[in-house]
């Protein structure tokens, strides 16, 4: 029997989260989080979803995990309890999603300390991320030193960007000097959706040229070539693009300068603003778009803004990028937002009948777990919904990589 069962471990600042899944039938064996390491009371929330703990559901903790080496070892001790141990010779690799690969990493990543090495060094570039994705692969390494350890970088699908899509127009030494060009983010995410909207489609995948708009608390747009991503909408960092929950998304870069010299905010509190308490929630006060929704259906007129402003850049990334594809053949929603807001999607696509785009309301109504087609019979672009799956890809990733 060959090992083929992938630890995928995400780890943030203060959270790790896990999945365990079987390649061999791309199975989903276990799954969940601890979040608030290090805060005093930390919370694990573990689900089986095989083997005698399955019955019994979802599993909740509280107490103190005191970092991410002690987060690991309960999550260890949840899945031992399943006969899902990782010291089980099951156990193939273990995936790490990394935030920041720079230039350097297209593709995923066996670690070795010159790696780890490297991926510290990026910290500057992803300073929010890359320490706690070092620290996921430094506590995994130590638990099982045997195991491959590979990292599986956000940027990553985004390398195949052009040159002259993924320079900013700045000085080319600064540029150069500083590492400054657009790199985008959600890379898992984009990979595989636009993969499985070409399945969804039955096309094979170099035939079709999608847009797809990840709508999360995060959000970001991609336009993709035959597989191959041409064009992205988070740049340097994941502030740039579409308005998100907490963040702006695109804005005059002399907004920066102005808060700095006439509103006299220091660069930290300005990034504090910009990345945290901005979006939906800086226009309205709320940044979760249901919530949002909901007040403007009461007719609150602030948050009806919030709704008009993320839909407006929507519609504007959805017309540039279907001006860099030349032919669009799908445009396709995923992440919360994008998966469960008929509301959105509706809005988006509204007025683009001169690109091709019109939805069937119906189908755009249904909700539904499955990928799915909600554009009108009539119309020459396909609309799709279809939920991504970022542990899986990072699995699927991982498990080519251990077994070629
Ligand atoms: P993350 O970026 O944290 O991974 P998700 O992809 O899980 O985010 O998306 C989270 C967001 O999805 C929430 O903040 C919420 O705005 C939105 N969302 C989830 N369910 C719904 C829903 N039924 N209707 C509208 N928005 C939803």
Redesign the pocket.
Known sequence: MTASRILVLNSGSSSLKYQLLDMADSSRLAGGLVERIGEGTSRLVHEPLTGPGAAGGKRERTGAVADHEAALRVVAAELAADGLGLDSPELAAVGHRVVHGGTRFTRPTVVDDEVLAEIRSLIPLAPLHNPANVTGIEVARSLRADLPQVAVFDTAFHATVPEYAARYAIDAETAQKYSIRRYGFHGTSHSYVSRATAALLGRPVEDVNVIVLH????ASASAVRGGVCVETSMGLTPLEGLVM?TRSGDLDPAVIFHLSRVGGLSVDEIDSLLNKKSGLLGMCGD????EV?RRAGEGDEAASTAFAAYVHRLKKYIGAYSAVLGRVDAVTFT???GE??HQ?REAAVDGLSELGLALDPEANAVRSAQPRVISAAHARVAVAVVP?DEELEIAAQVYALVTQ
């Open positions: 709508l999360g608390n995060g929950g940044n979760d778009m249901r929704l992440a919360g937002v469960n807001a959105v991504t």
